[in-house]
């Protein structure tokens, strides 16, 4: 009843309330649009913001106003106002008649610009802390395009229909907007609630404000993974070492004198900004900026990054951000892209008077009905006029979308499916793999079970052992109801030197479960048959790794044995990102030899090493049977999430992730001849510290309670590494021998360490600066007792052509010589992102 009352109450004052619309354009003196001016209503927060064309338009209730219209480098105009109904409103903005301040400067003097950026950095805390918590709306339109596509990328051909474009490859390939209420508490506390959101073409959109703050020493203006350093705001504390400046002139603006100030990197290569920043005279605030990012400074993957920000008056003492543009421009591989973000904020409170415990771990909550407010819905909360293109972009991938879902489980889009599903070619068996569709109808929509296969020819593998190995890897995935699905996996493997056939079945069973309201998933797997394992379950060396030292250089590393197995385990992944396994693994172990010395090259002073680790030669392998029982759990404490209307995703903490474990060996199950508990902790965490760059670390204890007959496999291995290439820089040791530290020792410890510097020092060295590889250094340490331990230190350079890192290692253990090495993997921008493991 009180919620019938409540909308008719609406109701009623809405009929009373007679909304007017003012529309229009901005445009300079000679009639040219300026793009993304702002306009308000003077006296608050409220207004818009013009499009790419210079049109903008504004629902006010009929009343009389004072609309103020201003774009950087123009002179603010005033305009009042009656609005009743419909208004057209024009502005022509002329441009700032720039004063030069009455200055005397003498030969060799300072710029006036460097006393009010030293005022600006004395109040840059003040104006920093000022607003201890406020709220507002931000509405955030993104779009991106291309303006041309390669024919060809990568060797293959670019289809240009699917990514959206026409024929000569131009047209809008991302567009969305939202409106996100932002609720903010320092030093830190942020709280976003995404009203609505849209994606032309269906999906979230983008409704993470860009909130970019010049009074913050280091800016983050990129993401974290672009730029992890940040940028030095122009008035940083430290700034005066990074910039030069000039004052460029001064104009007055509400009886308030502005101050025009070019900013300029006093070098290359380090994070900068250039371009212009406005102080107004007196209170030393920032009016408006317009900066720019280059590659030149440390900008990664774009060629350019602008950011234009207008700042108004909330009260007669807080101003805060009105509109932020942010433009980006990219040309790589003949892709020409282009785009911008437009950050309008309005309806500041910064009174809000936030409740206890209002902020807590979810970051961005989604409203249940989000994702499906009307265009009517649209039109009215829209404080930025859509352009021609967009409108267009919107309506034709919408209505595409729309078609899709009315016909996704249509008996002729079934039948489509089915018949326009590419033919299996021979070649594939081999090369790139087989994948093949079966389409059927569930209830309202239209699930499918895939077979595929691996390639024969990447599937080739030779050691010792077996020689020459081929394997036939198919798979059958079946999607099941109730988001549920079960996958088989026969592995077949011949050695043709040993002549050995083996082959096992690995069979899983994934679904996604709430429980208790928590969204979660379960995985369920069960294998069995007969198979080949090295000795070290983390397998230290890739089986390509080894094919090419055991054939080029008759280095044979990979040490194996068969075991018939039967395994089964339960993996639950929940909704903190918090992780549960429980295994079973029963293995009857049998010992292999080499059975062929086949090598490209021949060398006579060289001779393969036995199967047997030769640093275990004193530890006998003999056949025998094992079973197994393990625990293990991970968790990070300070999760925070993204909260959806049906689940929360966890996006990570500030604190480290944590995780135990605990294995036995159970004697005389199943014939069982192991006996041992072993267990195992572990600590991990990535630090960023800014221009410092970033610290990564895993610091790991374990050891046996009870060694009483422990075979090789179960022996604590450490990851070595004996091959030029690795890429298991936090989990593994450059130089050390793959088998020679495998102990059964009641304890020990272990430490990788890496700090990434992420252009810090290179930047000032030449040649390294301009390609921006980068420093990296660290260590690598294990101690079990006096006789074993080592110690490792390196230092290298990655992000080589953005992909590749190169190490330099010197390694040191009590009773042997210093090792020194040379390592080459992944890291990077790319290769760190694509390899890290």
Known sequence: MLRTLFVFALLCVAGYCHAGIIRGHVTNERGEVLPFATLFIKGTTQGTTTNAGGQYHLELPDGAYTIVCQYIGYRKVEQAITLSGALQLDFQLQPLSLQIKEVIVKGGGEDPAYAIIRQAIKKRPFYQQQVPEFTCNAY????????????????????????????????????SESLTRLSYSRPDKIKLQVLSSRQSGGGFGFSFPAYINFYDNNVS????????????????????????YHLEGVFSEDGRTVNKIQVIPKRKYEPLFAGYIFITDGDWRIHSTDLILTRDYQLEIMDTLKIRQTFVPVDSAVWRIKDQLISISLKQFGFDLIGNFVNVY???????????????????????????????????????????????????????????????????HLDSLR????????????????????????????????????????????NTVEGLVVSIEPGLTLDLPKDQSLTIAPNVRYGFSNTHLNAYTQISWAQESHLNRRYGSNLWTLAGGKRISQFNKQQPID??????????????????????????????????????????????????????????????????????????????????????????????????????????????????????????????????????????????DNMNFKLFGELRYRLAA?????????????????????????????????????????????????????????????????????????????????????????????????????????????????????????RAGFGGLLGGALFRR
Do not use: C
């Open 419 to 462: 018949k326009h599903q590419p033919p299996v070619k021979l070649q594939q068996f081999f090369w790139g793999g087989v994948k093949h569709s079966y389409y059927f109808r569930r209830d309202s929509s239209l699930p499918h079970h895939q077979l595929s296969m691996r390639p024969l020819l990447t599937q080739l593998e030779y």
């Open 140 to 175: 955030i339109k993104g779009m991106f395009k291309l303006r041309n596509v390669p024919e060809r990328f990568f060797g293959k051909k670019v289809d240009k229909q699917d990514m959206g474009v026409d024929s000569t490859g131009k047209g809008i390939v991302f567009l």
């Open 221 to 244: 203006a990129v993401i974290t993974q672009f730029s992890p350093r940040g940028y030095i705001s122009p008035i940083a504390d430290n700034a005066l070492a990074y910039y030069k």
């Open 702 to 822: 374990g050891g046996f309670l009870n060694s009483k007959s422990v075979a090789i496999p179960d022996y604590q291995h450490f990851n070595g590494n004996q091959t030029f290439y690795n890429i298991r820089y936090l989990n593994s040791f450059q130089l050390a021998p793959y088998y020679k530290y495998s102990n059964v020792e009641a304890f020990y410890t272990t430490l990788n360490l890496e700090h990434h510097f992420n252009g810090l020092l290179t930047n000032k060295i030449p040649l390294l600066n301009r390609l921006k590889w980068n420093l990296v250094a660290g260590t690598n340490a294990f101690y079990v007792n006096r006789d074993n331990n080592y110690v490792e230190v390196f230092a290298g350079l990655e992000n080589i052509f953005k992909l590749i890192r190169v190490d330099v290692i010197a390694g040191y253990q009590s009773k042997d010589a210093t090792r020194i090495g040379v």
């Open 543 to 684: 089986p390509l790794t080894n094919e090419v030292y055991t054939l080029l250089l008759k280095e044979n590393y990979m040490k194996l044995y068969e075991n018939w197995f039967g395994a089964f385990s339960f993996h639950r992944s929940f909704e903190s990102n918090a992780a549960i396994s429980i295994g079973f693994l029963y293995e009857d172990r049998i010992p292999v030899e080499n059975t062929t010395d086949f090598v490209v090259f021949k060398n006579s002073k060289k001779e393969f090493l036995p199967n047997h680790p030769y640093e275990l030669a004193d530890v006998p392998f003999t056949r025998h049977q094992a079973f197994i029982a393990s625990l293990n759990f991970s968790f990070q404490p300070g999760q925070r999430y993204i909260e959806l209307p049906d689940r929360k995703i966890a996006i990570g903490g500030k604190y480290p992730r944590f995780e135990v474990g605990y294995t036995k060996g159970i004697h005389g199950l199943a014939g069982s001849d192991v006996d041992y508990d072993k267990w195992r902790a572990q600590v991990s």
């Open 346 to 412: 309005s309806g500041y409170d910064i009174h809000p008077g936030f409740k206890p415990k209002y902020f807590n771990n979810v970051l961005m909550k989604y409203d249940t009905a989000f994702n499906k407010k009307s265009i009517a819905y649209w039109d009215s909360i829209r404080p930025v006029p859509l352009e021609k293109e967009e409108i267009k972009d919107f309506h034709e991938k919408d209505s595409a979308a729309q078609a899709r879902r009315d016909s996704a489980v249509s008996l002729h």
